[in-house]
């Protein structure tokens, strides 16, 4: 964070972080994060990071607990910003030219030509998890469904039993209605405004 705190427009200042830091496998991350529109990953939620301590490996970057996400086909999380957090790594290293082309490359392979977050993919990769888990949501609803409605209301109401059938399906439908046959091209859309998807990149 010091790194690029100070600056990454340079060669040196670039390769000095890429000593520390695993540049791709970030860019894996954020794009990740972005397909999803993150909306809690600040410098306090939902990721973790690590390395290798001996020998010394560089840093990768994890997902963890995003819920936040999948919520709104047209939601744009790419110029969030907070302390010591990815989206910060990510503000600093965008003004790095040789970032940039990194990122773009990543987001071709990724959102074009069959890649992982192209419509189908993504669609068939999260159906087979959602029916890998579908029995189990019933003892989930039965844990946390009436969390909100008789345990911890937040904000205001009102507010449900949650069950499989009513809620967990009804979502589902519409990821696979709406969310994953429109994310991909709004994402690319999103990139190329901030100038981070050349257009020659388009398929």
Do not use: C
Not at 52 to 72: C, D, H, K, M, V
Not at 82 to 95: C, N, T, V
């Amino acid at each position: 964070m010091s790194l690029v705190d100070s600056g990454v427009a340079g060669e040196r200042a670039f390769a000095d972080v890429r000593e520390l830091l695993d540049v791709p496998e970030l860019v894996d991350f954020l794009i990740a994060n972005f397909y999803g529109a993150n909306a809690d990953w600040d410098r306090e939620s939902n990721w973790y990071a690590a390395r290798r301590r001996n020998p010394p490996g560089q840093y990768q970057f994890f997902i963890w607990a995003g819920e936040r996400t999948l919520e709104s086909i047209d939601a744009n999380s790419i110029e969030f910003d907070d302390d010591e957090s990815p989206p910060r790594l990510f503000q600093k290293l965008r003004g790095n030219a040789e970032f940039r082309r990194i990122f773009a490359e990543r987001a071709r392979q990724h959102l074009t030509n069959g890649g992982t977050l192209t419509p189908q993919n993504a669609a068939e990769r999260y159906r087979k998890w959602a029916k890998a888990i579908e029995s189990a949501v019933v003892a989930e609803s039965a844990r946390w469904g009436d969390y909100r409605r008789d345990a911890h209301p937040y904000r205001t109401g009102p507010y449900e039993l949650y069950t499989r059938d009513d809620h967990w399906r009804r979502e589902i439908d519409r990821l696979f209605k709406e969310y994953f046959p429109k994310r991909t091209e709004v994402l690319m859309r999103q990139f190329r405004e901030a100038g981070l998807f050349p257009k020659e990149l388009s398929p």
